[in-house]
């Protein structure tokens, strides 16, 4: 009875869907086991596609070394004015301190000074005259002019809040950035004049996930004070204020979006100069690990006494920070559990000044989803009508592609898609879905045997479930008019595009030249990269297809112009040279097989023959005559009616006769211009005149046309050229005026 009850397709359908359903509530809830599956296999891809390295940053290392030789930790404030010196002496872009100097110097003169006895009273007055180490410390911060001090997030309260030196711009929409970031109430920071004679000052606050490795960094961080979740005010992070002090900016530029943005909600960017950092929601980005590089450390001891090259340093942006056990700033990473902390500022400056980011954008938790449902609910669906070995082909070929796209995203999208899940609620769904599938298989086997048994012979019902009915191939022989079009210039065009920009342009331009050969009842064939192949007269017999082909051609022209004036908006908004879309077209009318070619496995409705071999050649005669379109005579003779300039008589490359060819100019209403009549007529004046070799007056004639058509002057341009050639060169005596061309 249970058999029975599992084998009826409904009941499988409902507790798959089940299944499915429970799969999706528990992504959206994303447990921690969830979240950590993740996140190792992002680790993973880190791992084995670390981000590719720059020497552009130094971490000078308080190490277990130079604890030793200089003293215990923390080193008087003399010491590290001196580091401060000697590293702007060296060329230091910008010098960053991954410390916070919380409390004054307890070697200073004037602080020892505070707790001698009353009795000694003449050596606290000694001491007090002498220089504040404090003081001598903010001196040679301000003479540097480059240094950013750090202040970190605090868990009691320190009655100090930082001090924000860079300006925030917010150049999003309201609600303020404030509603969106990480916000903490007490934060630790350094003494007043250090901070004041600092040139930035930034959080190094680290956001830890929860099995204790640091992937994001929060590169704003907020001061909330009322408890109601909006920051007071916002701070960058260190990592952020050391490329803004090393590129000598004022202000950092941070674009964020309401409830009503279809953005996003939230924090988007931040940007510094020309350098633009996407970030999630809350102002955070993930951290792309090079992994742990040891030639980025000197010791502080080494920048002290003066023992390392000063080319070492020149032109880095220095973080000063430790790796020593003690001071308790070591970090769980993918690559180590005892990374400094300092290494991950580090890594974050070089990917900002390099572009190199991953993101999780919020929108592809829904895509994937989507991606889940969609092949689950394939899955769910198919499995009734395919076989078991076909369903778990596509299993693989679903799951595989997916890990290959995540793979692939990581490594040259800096995507983080996870594949994970979504192969894991396929595979279950898979297995599940075969086993009922296989149990309700047997039961309509069984089923359909009987029924079928009271129609035909069991032998004939076998021979049928071996040998479906499929399409057959084959064709017919039709006059068709083929129309090939494609973009000139497509290869310098796309040299200035990445990827996404270029495949926006693709379809901007195909969009539009494929409604006109549609909407003049033409068939798309096929797209060939930038071109397409069009024909008319087929599937559905049209006996106008000549000028229905004809008048697509020229509604494709005029519909470049606002193809163009959108993609120069684009790319002056990109600072960005814009080519114009400028699309050559050929026509040809002539007999062509058509229909179903290809394969038996596969195969699309399509023509062949010299029609559409010829057709494209004349395609590619557009580039070398300077025009939009050009038409074969049968083209021409079959919309006569049209307005037409004949261009030449050229043999194509691969036929032997040659082929007259035309210019088209306009449709029917430009053929009644009595304007166009005259030019046509001096134009055919030239063309008598070029062919009977009267050079002089062929070429007065082709000056004046080329003024009088602008629209094809660069083909009158074209024809002087031959001229002045042929004067130079005259052709044999049994010239024809055929043109040979040299190219396709």
């Known amino acids: 009875m249970l058999s029975r009850l599992l084998s009826h397709r409904w009941v499988q359908v409902a507790l798959l869907l089940s299944l499915l359903g429970g799969a999706v509530a528990l992504r959206l809830q994303d447990p921690p086991a969830i979240e950590r599956l993740r996140h190792l296999t992002f680790d993973a891809y880190n791992k084995a596609m670390p981000r590719l390295a720059h020497d552009d940053t130094l971490i000078v290392d308080i190490d277990e070394a130079s604890i030793r030789a200089i003293g215990q930790w923390p080193w008087p404030r003399t010491k590290m004015a001196a580091l401060t010196d000697k590293l702007a002496a060296m060329g230091a872009k910008a010098i960053v301190f991954d410390v916070v100097f919380a409390e004054t110097d307890r070697t200073s003169p004037p602080v020892m000074a505070a707790q001698l006895p009353a009795d000694a009273k003449t050596v606290a007055d000694g001491l007090a005259s002498l220089p504040d180490h404090d003081a001598l410390f903010a001196q040679s911060i301000a003479s540097a002019g480059n240094v950013v001090m750090g202040f970190v997030g605090a868990n009691q309260v320190t009655g100090r809040d930082p001090l924000l030196i860079a300006r925030m711009l917010n150049t999003g929409q309201q609600p303020a950035v404030g509603r969106f970031v990480r916000g903490l109430h007490n934060f630790t920071t350094s003494l007043p004049q250090l901070t004041e004679a600092a040139a930035g000052n930034g959080s190094f606050t680290p956001l830890v996930e929860n099995d204790g490795i640091v992937r994001r960094l929060p590169l704003l961080i907020g001061l909330e004070k009322n408890n109601d979740g909006v920051a007071e005010a916002v701070y960058p992070a260190l990592s952020l204020e050391a490329v803004r002090v090393a590129l000598g900016k004022k202000v950092l530029t941070v674009t964020s979006h309401g409830v009503d943005n279809p953005a996003g909600l939230g924090v988007q960017s931040i940007a510094v100069g020309d350098r633009r950092v996407p970030t999630d929601e809350t102002g955070g980005v993930w951290v792309y690990y090079t992994g742990h590089r040891p030639e980025l450390y000197v010791p502080a ?95 693989v070929v679903v799951i595989g592609g997916g890990t290959v796209l995540s793979i692939y995203a990581y490594g040259h999208m800096g995507l983080l898609v996870d594949g994970v899940y979504p192969a894991l609620v396929t595979l279950t769904i898979f297995i599940l879905s075969a086993v009922l599938t296989s149990l309700r298989s047997e039961t309509e086997k069984k089923a359909v045997r009987q029924a079928f048994s009271h129609y035909i012979s069991p032998v004939l019902m076998d021979e049928l479930t071996r040998n479906p009915d499929k399409l057959r191939l084959g064709g017919e022989v039709r006059e068709l008019t083929v129309m090939f079009t494609d973009i000139r210039n497509f290869t310098t065009i796309s040299e200035g595009l990445d990827p996404a920009e270029l495949i926006r342009m693709m379809n901007d331009f195909l969009t539009p030249m494929t409604s006109c050969v549609l909407e003049s009842r033409g068939t798309i064939d096929k797209y060939m990269g930038d071109a397409i192949m069009a024909f008319w007269n087929a599937p559905l017999t049209d006996a106008e297809h000549a000028r229905n082909a004809a008048r697509a051609a020229l509604q494709m022209v005029a519909a470049l112009e606002p193809v163009n004036a959108e993609l120069e908006a684009r790319a002056q908004a990109a600072s960005r040279t814009h080519h114009p879309l400028r699309a050559g077209i050929g026509l040809h009318t002539g007999p062509a097989s058509v229909g179903n070619m290809g394969s038996r496995q596969r195969f699309a409705y399509s023509a062949l023959g010299d029609t559409v071999n010829l057709t494209s050649r004349l395609e590619g005669q557009t580039k070398n005559y300077g025009v939009s379109i050009l038409a074969s005579e049968a083209t021409m003779k079959a919309a006569a009616d049209f307005a037409w300039l004949e261009a030449d008589l050229i043999k194509v490359k691969g036929r032997q006769q040659p082929v007259r060819i035309f210019m088209l100019a306009g449709d029917a209403e430009t053929n009644k211009n009595a304007d166009f009549n005259s030019l046509q007529g001096k134009h055919n004046k030239m063309l008598g005149c070029y062919r009977a070799q009267e050079w002089q007056e062929a070429a007065q004639l082709t000056q004046e046309l080329e003024k009088a058509l602008p629209a094809f002057a660069a083909y009158y341009a074209m024809i002087l050229s031959r001229i002045e050639q042929y004067k130079n060169t005259p052709p044999a005596n049994d010239w024809q005026g055929v043109w040979i061309a040299a190219d396709k």
């Open 301 to 395: 001891l080494s920048i002290i006494d003066g023992s390392i090259d000063a080319s070492r340093v020149k032109d880095k942006i220095v973080f000063v920070g430790t790796s020593a056990i003690g001071l308790l700033d070591l970090r769980a990473t993918p690559f180590k559990t005892d990374t400094p902390g300092v290494e991950i500022h580090a890594e974050m400056v070089e990917q900002i000044l390099h572009g190199q980011f991953l993101q999780r954008p919020s929108f592809l938790i829904g895509a994937e989803m989507i991606a889940t449902l969609a092949v689950s609910l394939a899955i769910i669906f198919l499995a009734p009508f395919i076989s078991t070995l076909s369903m778990a082909l596509l299993a």
